[in-house]
């Protein structure tokens, strides 16, 4: 993930990352093409949601099933598993 000016691995990400993420998607969203942005700012704000609640310091400390559930929608992993039908 490219966050804080740099890539850093997705384990690493902290609450102010995913909450940063998701004000960012949000702002982008608008009509046409730009509103396929605003579920994925949701699954964003979802897991600093995830993270606050479960106290956990980093994705990392999550439970790899909630992870896994998220990435997904978060655009981590490519829908369907690949870029291209």
Known sequence: M????????????TLQDARSRADELRAAIGWGPTARVAPVARAWQELALELERSGAATVADLASERVAELAPRLWVVPPGGGLLP
């Open 2 to 13: 490219f966050i804080r000016g740099q890539n850093r691995p997705f384990g690493t990400l």
